[in-house]
């Protein structure tokens, strides 16, 4: 997958910059974030480490001593839109010439000194395990040199770091356990640029969580590209490598963080169909805080399609994991990752996909037109051949049925009474609050004295594809 749930790849965030307190008469840093939801996170981490090496942070690029980009190259759009802004940056240079412009993340350690030497965009270039070393690159620059650090490392997951948060409800916020990805899915770039997949000690995860806790947050969500291969203590083959200390598996640090409060709601993001057990399923039925929500990525409802992705599952096994999902865990929310137009899609094939749309019914999907990754087994192995135009039609086509599944769906949730922690006034009104579901649907609702953070009950009264409206009622 690539963490992208509505928080994961969330449009509205793309190229959001971070504040935090101003440090009298230490240097400014302007910080930029692009991509998936662990860039976010990781541009906490960032920013904790660069606080502490005297740094303060600024919303205006223009009066910052350090511009950093996190940045994203899941597929070709986004890079292209990094690149504009990245020239952009450079031309204030021409009158700063102490501004400092760095490049972190996916695109730094896919392009390494490319940026450097041929298109002299940056000065630092630091890809997503050396962000310890910023301090020692800023330096090195300040000393007149380029700096990269591009090395991908075995065990690094900033398990010590304790982020700065940098989301701005106070209410939701992120927590990786995972960095990396083994999986080498033909079509994606992420096993490049982030890594080998490693898990964090779910000790720095739980008391992550009850800070956050203490500090007035009532939701996190544990990231990792494939969250259910999280493990510790075990090795890849499931043996023990001390056996004087307890393993975890997902299954388990679920509960750990699920016993961290009563109410603080548990979300995680991604699952990979290949790897999500039972116990994890039963973990959340059987745990109330553990949201009913789960983002299971399909892909292509072709086995194979998936076959040439190399997916590891075929459709049947796909539709076996749904059927346990709607077994174990009644009224349970589920949304799906879709690519369009993979090398030699037929159209048989892509009907598969809308027919297995049809069969799951999601509550929303993220779906995307196949982009060829530099690089990747589908790059070496198979022609990019369906044309851009029909990749494009095919696309049109699963958005639309996409949309009607997602009406029906909430057309489904009026009349309902849900709880409902509310996150931040709406887009369009001071006097209205949005909030979510547990299965994570958003409510859009008059305020009342709801505040956010608080657990409010509302009856679903009205809904659109996108949202519900509902009104607050006494708890009984
Ligand atoms: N082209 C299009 N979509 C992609 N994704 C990953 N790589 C590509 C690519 N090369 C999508 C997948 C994944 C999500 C994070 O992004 O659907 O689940
Ligand atoms: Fe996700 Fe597959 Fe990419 Fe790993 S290789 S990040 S599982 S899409």
Redesign the pocket.
Known sequence: ??IVLDKDMDEARQGEAITMNEVEGGRKLYLESYGCAMNFSDSEVVASILTNDGFSTTQDSEEADLILINTCSIRENAEQRIRNRLRQFNKAKKNRPGLIIGILGCMAERLKTNLLEEEKLVDIVAGPDSYRDLPGLIQEVEGGQKAVNVLLSRDETYADISPVRLDKNGVTGFVSITRG?D???SF?V??FTRGRERSRDPQTIVQECGALFNAGYREVTLLG??VDSYRWNMTSKGEIKDETNPTTNFAELLVMVAQVHPDLRIRFS?S?PKDMTDDVLYAIANHKNICNYIHLPVQSGNSDILKKMNRGYTREWYMNRIEAINRIIPNCGITTDIITGFCDETLEQHEETLSIMREVKYDTAYMYKYSERPKTLAERKYEDNIPEDEKQRRLEEIITLQHEHSLAMNKAQVGKIEEVLVETPSKRSEEQMMGRTDRNLKVIFDRKDSKPGDYVMVRITDCNKASLKGEIVESE
């Open positions: 997958m690539g990805c999986n080498m899915c994606c992420v096993p590209q494939n991604t990979h």
